[in-house]
């Protein structure tokens, strides 16, 4: 039988991090994996209330002269580090050489910034990354990159467009055109499965790149399904995608939401066969290991208003 393999996740009590931690500690996926290594700072106290508590997990600090060490019996790295940590992202890319990690997943779980024709600070510090692990990890590394489109449980919200309390939505584009969301939950059930595929068959079983949809919809289906569940009448309206691309990509920025908008319109998030590729099938053929969240849930769990009481923009 081979050994279970031991995961550590930075950021693992994080908004995305916790997902996978729970994920990861939840049938069917704990049987395999021997333990799962929360990294957390010296002087830091993580919260855990909102992690299972579980014998596979335990907390482990570091400091940055000894994370190569703290990494000694990790066969999995999972970095789930924001946007303000990408030093810290850096020195944990560097230590792995010193380490026996055998897979490692960056933190991208987003959208596909490859194919973007315009800077982006944020995008394109994921760029230099990616750049960097090709560079310094042995060819015995797997990195894989995990893009999942827009978190679904963040995104029908106004600084997409999308004014629950107005009853509007504004489309960049066509209101036809389709973007894929995914559940947070969902995609922490993905990084639990490609740990799987390594307990099963090593490396060579995970993708260097995968592309997962939770559901893929048009704004208009959006306002439809939020309509039939309870959201009350939605205005779909349109902007002009090529004068609004041209006014946010004329100084480089770092929020992502008005590039998001944009790239919806352009139909740079649809993660459908006919878009950029669709990988569910990799991770959960047939929906055997678990029912991808759909929107239609999340207007029920929200009667149709996600984000509905939140003030915009906030002061």
Not at 176 to 183: A, D, H, R
Not at 187 to 210: I, K, S
Not at 263 to 288: M, R, W, Y
Request: a neutral charge; one cysteine or more; proline letters at 6%.
């Amino acid at each position: 039988m081979p050994v279970k393999p031991t995961i550590a996740i930075a950021g693992g009590t994080g908004h995305l991090g916790k997902h996978i931690t729970t994920a990861l500690l939840s049938k069917p996926f704990i049987t395999s994996f021997n333990s799962i290594v929360l990294l957390t700072r010296s002087e830091a106290s993580p919260s855990t209330s909102d992690i299972p508590s579980n014998p596979k997990l335990q907390l482990r600090k570091y400091t940055p002269t000894n994370l190569a060490h703290s990494l000694g019996d990790i066969d999995i790295l999972i970095n789930t580090i924001g946007p303000s940590g990408h030093n810290f992202k850096e020195t944990l890319l560097r230590a792995i050489p010193k380490t026996n990690i055998k897979l490692y997943i960056p933190s991208e779980f987003g959208v596909d910034h490859y194919i973007h024709d315009f800077p982006h600070l944020e995008w394109d510090a994921k760029k230099r990354h990616y750049e960097l692990a090709r560079e310094i990890l042995d060819p015995g590394v797997k990195v894989c990159r995990v893009l999942c489109g827009l978190f679904m449980e963040d995104s029908i919200g106004p600084w997409f467009g999308f004014d629950t309390r107005g009853g509007r939505y504004e489309c960049v584009g066509s209101s036809g055109e389709v973007v894929s969301f995914t559940g947070l939950g969902d995609v922490g059930r993905v990084v639990a499965r490609l740990c799987g595929l390594f307990a099963e068959g090593g490396v060579g079983e995970v993708p260097g790149v995968l592309h997962v949809a939770g559901d893929t919809r048009s704004i208009s289906d959006v306002a439809r399904i939020m309509e039939k569940e309870g959201g009350g009448p939605i205005e779909v309206t349109e902007v002009a995608l090529g004068e609004y691309k041209e006014r946010v990509t004329k100084v480089v920025g770092s929020d992502p939401a008005p590039y998001l908008r944009f790239l919806i319109g352009e139909g740079k998030i649809n993660h459908s066969l006919a878009g950029l590729g669709c990988d569910n099938e990799v991770v959960n053929p047939g929906e055997q290991v678990w029912k991808w969240k759909s929107l239609g849930e999340l207007g029920r769990e929200t009667r149709g208003r996600p984000w509905g009481d939140f003030e915009w923009p906030s002061k």
